[in-house]
Antibody, heavy 120, light 110 residues
Framework: EVQLVESGGGLVQPGRSLRLSCAAS????????IHWVRQTPGKGLEWVSG????????VYADSVKGRFTISRDNAQNSVYVQMNSLRPEDTAFYYC?????????????WGQGTLVTVSS | QSALTQPASVSGSPGQSITISCTGT?????????VSWYQQHPGKVPKLIIY???ERPSGVSNRFSGSKSGNTASLTISGLQAEDEADYYC??????????FGTGTKVTVL
């Protein structure tokens, strides 16, 4: 069974940093790109960032570019997102999502999410 | 990276068919056959129901179907059932190697 388990969320002051982790299991982690998608409570989905299988490609939404850094450790079956210079508008549930196989461009499995609250 | 445009709400009676539109541009929806749709029930995680414009993952009801014309993709739910009441989001791959989601549509079964 595919599982994606996020951790690291919490309450943080504006301007501070936070690092989210995603632990994956139930599939060959090395073969899949992993992305982060966020959702403000009660609102819509926003794609945040993604990393290729071999970490050779990393992409970011304009809203987080220069502030967030995605990385992965294939030996640990884990993906991370380092979030710096956090803003109140970054407050959201952050989902770790698995992309479909090979050249596919959809998200077939989602974690349960971790809540990040940016507030003073 | 502007969100794709979806109607805020769509409603229908049980047994009816409804269609949700998802409008983008030539750099996302219109440029690729990489439109996907997600269903999200309250308090739950989004679930993939359509990928590559019109493909259904294993286990998803054939009452869900997708299509695309130009810069607009559509999700049709036929034989509407109470369990279909949820939020629906479209998503597309884009020309900048990123992804964009739609604004979301709340489906109400009357």
């Amino acid at each position: 069974e595919v599982q994606l388990v996020e951790s690291g969320g919490g309450l943080v002051q504006p301007g501070r940093s936070l690092r989210l982790s995603c632990a994956a299991s139930g599939f060959n982690f090395n073969d899949y790109a992993i992305h982060w998608v966020r959702q403000t409570p009660g609102k819509g989905l926003e794609w945040v960032s993604g990393i290729s299988r071999d970490s050779g490609s990393k992409v970011y939404a304009d809203s987080v570019k220069g502030r967030f850094t995605i990385s992965r450790d294939n030996a640990q079956n884990s993906v991370y997102v380092q979030m710096n210079s956090l803003r109140p508008e970054d407050t959201a549930f952050y989902y770790c999502v698995k992309r479909g196989p090979a050249a596919d461009r959809y998200f077939d499995y989602w974690g349960q999410g971790t809540l990040v609250t940016v507030s003073s | 990276q502007s969100a794709l445009t979806q109607p805020a709400s769509v409603s229908g009676s049980p047994g009816q068919s409804i269609t949700i539109s998802c409008t983008g541009t030539s750099t996302d929806v219109g440029g690729y056959n990489y439109v996907s749709w997600y269903q999200q029930h309250p308090g739950k995680v989004p679930k993939l129901i359509i990928y590559d414009v019109s493909e259904r993952p294993s286990g998803v009801s054939n009452r869900f179907s997708g299509s695309k014309s130009g810069n607009t993709a559509s999700l049709t739910i036929s034989g509407l059932q109470a369990e279909d009441e949820a939020d629906y989001y479209c998503s597309s791959y884009t020309s900048t190697y990123t992804y964009v989601f739609g604004t979301g549509t709340k489906v109400t079964v009357l």
